[in-house]
């Protein structure tokens, strides 16, 4: 028995081989309907826009790689030659180390997003709705789910934002804790100034004001971001009311000056207030930042946040791959003990077995007995069968706890006979 | 037996403030859980020594100003829980619970000659005075601490260039709301406390306004406070102006206490 992987993803795969590979929908319901090759006992499909991978439980695995691949070819109406170069396959712990670290999301294209947990979970359940998971991938997908649930808590692997507008809404909590009161006022009316309005707007701000110098566009983004749009002129005044402002336009000089800022924060009593400039050339002058309770953040300042989130985010893997590999050796404890158990039971009832046919012989040429005879015959032969088997049954359990199961379960059952 | 568990308590209290600093760097729940289990266990164990000393010697207890000291790392750390509780800032043990530490381990040095207590009576005084004050005191050190913590995050956010302090450190906002919260629950305990206090020096010395070892950090101390509070109301100060004014203030209350007893 053995977990296998088979699949292609954004570092072995161009984005060309790989849309073409990706399951919709209803070609994955197709697939695991219908792709039911004999060696394939468990599967379950996972198809995102970065990945295209196939777990299968399988007893012979080249055969099982080989019908995958013919699956993918055959779903996709793909020639198999275009794309088994891009391949890879793991097998057993290496397998379920993969697994592991996809579901955490390091082995993402953004190390630590937050999606790829849900998308995993999505796939083991479509593939359990569908009746191809058995114990073993059921297992391995619990366990997948929770190792990146306990990754996400414990490590800071997600905790940074790697976007620069995410950033800003990051920077804005560290000042102001929350946006429920809190007024925001976007100057200009481009896209990147709407992407962080917008981010600001679902964190459930109290206001927001939009002033373009062309009136159309304000009044048109206004109503997307259902805010309030004013005239270009009544800004500067409006600035006493705002705490978070974000400017975008494309004016050759700074629109944003100290002296109209010191103005506005004599009249909010000093309330902190938070410029963030993403235009190029700036729109708020350098020395706004120099003023007591006023933030500045531009572009590359942003930026450079982004940049060191990513190496926070780079440093906290290093923990969670720690904490994978002790949830592998978890799991392959799991699979040992699997393993031991049936062996077990089936040494037991292969002695019972010849136990029952030996007595009954015996008791054939003894010809009648009374019921204390029979009742020693049948304790002998119980306790020669116990004390015998008493060596094999713990050497396999030990064997369990020490992870050698496999060699042990496979020289047993070689030994006694049990596959016959 | 006591001087056993009280180095038991400081022993807790060390530990706990060093793995508050480890949390700091390493960032590891299970160091911070551990940290509040060992500051949870002594505070318990703190609480209990004091409950009995205060049943068991009343006149020694508050007579000594040594022990004062152990009942203001008690303080601090009540006012660190409540605190918590409230406002769930993480970073806030790596600050107050090395000075509530130091606290404790200034209790085990005796500072002062007992005080002469002929009357039941002002016992009572000064047990509510001595309270009164500490609660106060341990206000001003969370207003302390919230105020370090402001003064880091806001350099953090003005260079531009946040570092780790800036993620492990809470928001602006809720700093100064820290301090605003803890400004005005301990503002009327140090006032009671001065009142208690020249009450009980009415008692016992004959005049309300006797200067005795405990009343100029005090007076001090609640002159800071009335001058926060009346900026805050009055003139609208808050953030920057606030979290400098009370580490200021701070530092000036605890030099003029060294200065007297020392």
């Known amino acids: 028995m053995a977990i296998v992987v088979v699949g292609l993803n954004h570092t072995t795969a161009p984005v060309a081989v790989r849309e073409r590979l990706a399951f919709s929908d209803a070609t994955l319901a197709q697939a695991l309907a219908h792709f039911h090759p004999p060696e394939v006992q468990e599967l379950v499909i996972l198809s995102t ?35 088994t170069s891009h391949l890879y396959q793991l ?67 997600s905790d940074h ?15 102001f804790e929350s946006f429920q009161q809190r007024t925001v006022m976007v100057l200009g009316a481009g896209v990147t100034a709407e992407l962080a309005a917008r981010h600001l707007v679902n964190q459930g701000i109290a206001g927001m004001f939009i002033a373009n110098r062309t009136s159309e566009r304000a009044v048109h983004l206004a109503q997307a971001l259902q805010a309030k749009a004013i005239p270009w002129e009544a800004f500067p005044e409006h600035l006493t009311y705002t705490d978070i402002v ?66 926070e985010r780079q440093r906290e893997a290093l923990a969670a791959e720690e904490l994978v590999w002790r949830e592998v050796r978890q799991f392959e404890q799991w699979l040992a003990v699997r393993d031991a158990v049936p062996t077990i039971v089936a040494l037991r009832q292969h002695a019972e077995a010849i136990r029952l046919q030996e007595l009954d012989k015996a008791l054939h040429k003894f010809g009648p007995l009374d019921e204390r005879q029979r009742r020693v015959l049948e304790a002998l032969t119980c306790g020669i069968v116990n004390k015998l088997l008493h060596a094999p049954t713990v050497s396999l359990k030990r064997a369990s706890q020490e992870g050698q199961v496999r060699d042990a379960v496979h020289m047993v059952r070689h030994l006694f006979n049990l596959d016959a | 037996m006591y001087n056993v568990l009280f180095h038991v308590i400081l022993f807790a209290y060390l530990l706990a403030s060093l793995l508050f600093w480890l949390y700091m760097g390493l960032r590891q729940r299970w160091i911070f859980r551990l940290a509040h289990a060992l500051l949870g266990g002594g505070f318990g164990l703190q609480t209990f020594i004091l409950s009995y000393n205060l049943y068991i010697r009343t006149l020694q207890l508050w007579g000594e100003v040594a022990t004062s000291l152990g009942l203001l790392s008690w303080a601090i750390i009540a006012a660190y829980l409540a605190a918590v509780w409230r406002y769930r800032i993480e970073a806030l043990g790596s600050f107050i619970v090395p000075l509530a530490f130091l606290a404790a381990a200034f209790a085990g040095v005796p500072v002062t000659t007992p005080v002469r207590l002929p009357l039941a009576m002002q016992h009572v005084w000064l047990g509510l005075h001595i309270v009164l004050a500490l609660l106060g005191y341990a206000a001003l050190t969370l207003m302390f601490c919230a105020g370090v913590m402001y003064l880091i995050q806001e350099r953090q956010l003005k260079s531009r260039r946040p570092g780790a302090w800036y993620h492990y450190l809470p928001s602006l906002t809720l700093l100064d709301e820290l ?43 609640w002159f800071m406070y009335a001058l926060l509070l009346g900026g805050r109301r009055t003139l609208g100060w808050q953030g920057i102006k606030v979290a400098r004014a009370t580490v200021g203030g701070f530092l000036v209350v605890l030099a003029s206490y060294f200065v007297h007893t020392l």
């Open chain 1, 246 to 311: 974000i400017s975008s336009t494309s004016a050759p000089h700074p629109i944003v000056d100290p002296v109209m800022v010191r103005e506005a924060m004599r009249a909010r009593r000093s309330r902190p207030m938070f410029f963030i400039d993403i235009a190029v050339p700036r729109d708020v002058d350098p020395a706004v930042n120099t003023l007591e309770n006023v933030f500045l953040y531009d572009i590359d300042d942003l930026q450079n946040v982004v940049q060191e989130n990513r190496r």
């Open chain 1, 161 to 175: 934002a790697v976007s620069v507008s995410y950033a800003a809404v990051e920077l804005a909590k560290k000042i």
């Open chain 1, 91 to 157: 097998s057993d712990l290496e397998a379920v180390r993969h697994l592991f670290r996809v579901a955490a999301s390091l082995d993402s294209l953004v190390l630590g997003e937050p999606q790829i947990l849900g998308q995993v979970k999505a796939a083991y359940l479509a593939a359990k709705a569908a009746g191809r998971t058995g114990s073993i991938l059921a297992q391995l997908f619990e366990r997948a789910l929770s190792v990146a649930k306990t990754i996400r808590t414990e490590t800071g692997i």
């Open chain 1, 49 to 83: 826009c970065n990945r295209v991978e196939m777990y299968v439980q399988t007893r012979d695995v080249d055969a099982s790689v080989a019908s995958c691949v013919a699956c993918m070819a055959a779903c996709h109406a793909v020639p198999a030659p275009q794309f």
């Open chain 2, 179 to 221: 301090n605003a919260k803890a400004l005005l629950l301990g503002f009327p305990f140090l006032t009671q406390g001065i009142v208690t206090g020249s009450v009980w020096a009415k008692y016992t010395y004959g005049s309300y306004l006797h200067w005795n070892l405990t009343s100029l950090p005090l007076l001090l101390a």
